[in-house]
């Protein structure tokens, strides 16, 4: 069965710094990996996806992710934090053929 | 521009009441999927459905019910069964038939709430 685990319910940095939002998984088949991003009342927002080839995966506002199969990690990074990116951020496993295993979220402050 | 479409986006419910929330999509995806959002919880899948006529239970789908008569609407029913209703409902979509590297596309959802 598939899993996944963000460590860390909640993230403070100071904008210009280094973003790290922790994502572990668990699967038995190759994995198919999500980032979400979630503004207050609104849905969520594909960041990037992982499926197959390269292992570091850039998605939108500057994120990138690097599948580690060896860790069962996939974390999510930003160099540069900027005010904007306060949000919730979900990881997500593809269960089966069309199920989503999502994670419990990571709430990112970012403070001037 | 192609997207789904909830409403309302906020609804509220008196004892013993059932409502309907709406979803509607434009993106052709055979697939829909309705999740219930609580604090710290992420996201809980309740009902999903992969072509039209047919659906499948989530992990939480006592108190629910739903239809799937149209490939673009997928509309829920929250029941006078479903004791909590209180929560953000998801509704999402994504391309179906096997392509399972495809991403959820999400609506902007719809806030329940209990007078």
């Known amino acids: 069965a598939q899993s996944v685990t963000q460590l860390g319910s909640h993230v403070s940095v100071s904008e210009g710094a280094l973003v790290l939002l922790r994502c572990n998984y668990s699967s038995s088949v190759p994995p198919y990996l999500f980032w979400y991003v979630q503004y207050p009342n609104q849905g969520l927002q594909l960041l990037l996806k992982?499926?197959?080839?390269?292992?570091l995966v850039k998605g939108i506002n500057g994120f990138e992710a690097e599948f580690k199969k060896s860790e069962t990690s996939f974390h999510l990074t930003k160099p540069s934090a900027h005010m904007s990116d306060a949000a919730e951020y979900f990881c997500?496993?593809?269960?089966?053929?069309?199920?989503?295993?999502f994670g419990t979220g990571t709430r990112l402050q970012v403070f001037p | 521009d192609g997207g789904i479409t909830q409403s309302p986006k906020y609804l509220f419910r008196k004892e013993g009441q059932n409502v309907t929330l709406s979803c509607e999509q434009n993106?052709?995806?055979?697939?829909m999927y309705w999740y219930r959002q609580d604090p710290g919880q992420g996201l809980r899948l309740i009902y999903y459905s992969q072509i039209v006529n047919d659906f499948q239970k989530g992990d939480i789908a006592e108190g629910y019910s739903v239809s799937r008569e149209k490939k673009e609407s997928f509309p829920l029913t929250v029941t006078s069964a479903q004791k909590n209703p209180t929560a953000f409902y998801l509704c999402?979509?994504?391309?179906?038939?096997?392509?399972?590297?495809?991403?959820?596309?999400f609506g902007d959802g719809t806030r329940l709430s209990i007078l």
């Open positions: 999402a979509s994504s391309v179906s038939q096997g392509k399972s590297n495809q991403p959820q596309h």
């Open positions: 992982y499926t197959t080839g390269a292992t």
């Open positions: 993106l052709n995806h055979d697939a």
């Open positions: 997500a496993v593809r269960s089966g053929i069309d199920k989503l295993i």
